[in-house]
């Protein structure tokens, strides 16, 4: 008896899916099947790759709308909003583009006597284990460039998304992708840890939390299969004196609070100078008296219920703590917050790092706004945290976001923006946030394996 894994919407706490979960027998035979299919997927010419990955995106477009309606009974996030092709294939695209260049030999040596060059081999079978807050595009991250390198895929999506994975796997088929080169699993996570540990895939890339990608490292342990990681987050912004005020605000609040602050590289933390302080928290929080909480298959609503129920009560147990010790809460509670999985954004000032809604990661719509005098502050604040994903600094000098940006523990630095995934950029983090390299050429060099040719000629 494997069992099954439900889908619990959160618009209104029903079963929205049930699936079955594979037994690990039935997850053995489908990791061979993706080994043996490896093999002759890799000989393809890497451009017929290409254009088939190409057009397994172009098909996941044709259906845009149904996404956006089953992303909304999923995981909460508005119809308005509708879905994530457009990062989805922003993504794809250009790794599709760069990996003709990404993936050629690196030649040392043509000469008479000798060749002597670097190859990439793809490392066999990749399992990508994908989160569901942003479902699509956290998946594909991975899945494509994988595909394109010659490594047939095994998904296995979050239980919240359970749809996600049998939607890719519909159109990665119907654009001519063989059923063995990418297939989608429903595992529970003993069968995870046994693919793992058993070395039944040669490369896992996990999306999650700390404690899941710690599960993912000790199912590695032993095997030396590589285990890319981006686990949790509590990213900082910092608003400097000379900073556009309208901007910092709109945009940073937004990072804080769009799909119900369910981002991995969200702000959950803001320090502002002293100067703009007063000015940044009034101008926030009107900002976010203007949202409309409610159900997400309405037009009207800009924010909807969090993923499930037990992720909100996290978030007010949070807010609760810090205003029990101390901090302001700024916002009325909204009509639509029914005490479980819809919940009222929340802007909290007079906040300390002794506070768990400062250190822990949220991943709600709750955002603590502290006053600062200095960069150095800032900096001491901003890298006082166990994650490192992101950073955003406010600023109308480049030079000092360059100079502030080489001091902090962090994966990416942004100057005047934030919560934005650039696809030619390295996607990666330190400290708990995990280690990694997704997307730009060095998520290429990620999923395969240098192999080196030294070859002597006659």
Not at 214 to 236: C, H, N, W, Y
Not at 272 to 298: I, Q, R
Request: proline content about 4%; charged content about 20%; hydrophobic content about 45%.
């Amino acid at each position: 008896m494997t069992g099954t894994v439900q889908c619990i919407s959160p618009i209104d706490g029903s079963v929205y899916l049930e699936r079955p979960l594979a037994s690990p027998a039935e997850a053995l035979a489908a990791a061979a099947r993706a080994k043996a299919a490896q093999k002759a997927w890799a000989a393809r010419p890497l451009a017929e790759r290409i254009a088939l990955v190409q057009a397994a995106v172009a098909e996941v477009g044709m259906t845009t709308d149904r996404m956006a309606v089953e992303l909304a009974h999923q995981m909460g996030r508005p119809v308005r909003y509708g879905g994530e092709f457009g990062g989805f294939n922003e993504r794809a695209s250009y790794m599709a583009e760069i990996a003709e260049t990404a993936l050629a030999p690196i030649v040392v040596e043509d000469s008479d006597a000798f060749l002597r060059k670097i190859e990439r081999e793809a490392h066999g079978v990749v399992l990508v284990v994908a989160p569901w807050n942003y479902p699509y595009m956290t998946a594909i991250n991975t899945v494509a460039p994988a595909l394109i390198a010659g490594n047939t895929v095994l998904l296995k999506h979050a239980a919240q998304t359970l749809q996600v994975g049998e939607r890719m796997a519909e159109a990665f088929h119907a654009a001519g992708i063989p059923q063995d080169v990418f297939q989608n699993l429903f595992l529970n996570h003993d069968t995870t840890a046994e693919l793992i540990s058993g070395r039944h895939v040669n490369f896992v890339n996990f999306t999650g939390s700390v404690r899941g990608g710690q599960a993912m490292e000790r199912a590695a342990a032993g095997t030396f299969i590589p285990v890319s990681t981006e686990l949790g987050g509590k990213d900082p912004g910092y608003v400097r004196a000379d900073a556009d005020l309208e901007a910092a605000v709109d945009t940073l609040i937004d990072g804080a609070m769009f799909n119900s602050g369910q981002c991995c590289c969200g702000i959950e933390r803001i320090y502002v100078h002293d100067s703009l302080y007063d000015a940044f928290v009034e101008k926030a929080v009107a900002l976010v008296n203007t949202y409309k909480l409610g159900n997400p298959l309405e037009a009207e609503t800009t924010m909807g219920p969090m993923a499930h129920v037990r992720f909100a009560e996290e978030v007010r147990a949070q807010i609760a703590e810090a205003i029990d010790a101390g901090a302001v809460a700024h916002i009325e509670t909204m009509e639509a917050d029914d005490g479980g999985a819809y919940l009222t954004p929340q802007i909290l000032t007079n906040v300390t790092h002794d506070m768990r809604v400062m250190r822990d990661e949220s991943f709600g719509p709750v955002v603590g706004i502290m006053k600062v005098s200095s960069d150095e502050e800032a900096i001491e604040l901003m890298n006082d945290s166990q994650f490192g994903l992101t950073a955003s600094i406010w600023t109308a000098d480049t030079d000092k976001a360059d100079e502030i940006g080489a001091q902090l523990e962090t994966g990416t630095v942004f100057m005047n923006r934030c919560d934005y995934l650039d696809p030619a950029l390295c996607w990666t983090g330190c400290k708990d946030t995990g280690r990694g390299a997704g997307l730009s050429v060095l998520g290429f060099h990620a999923l395969t394996r240098p192999k080196s040719y030294h070859l002597k000629k006659g």
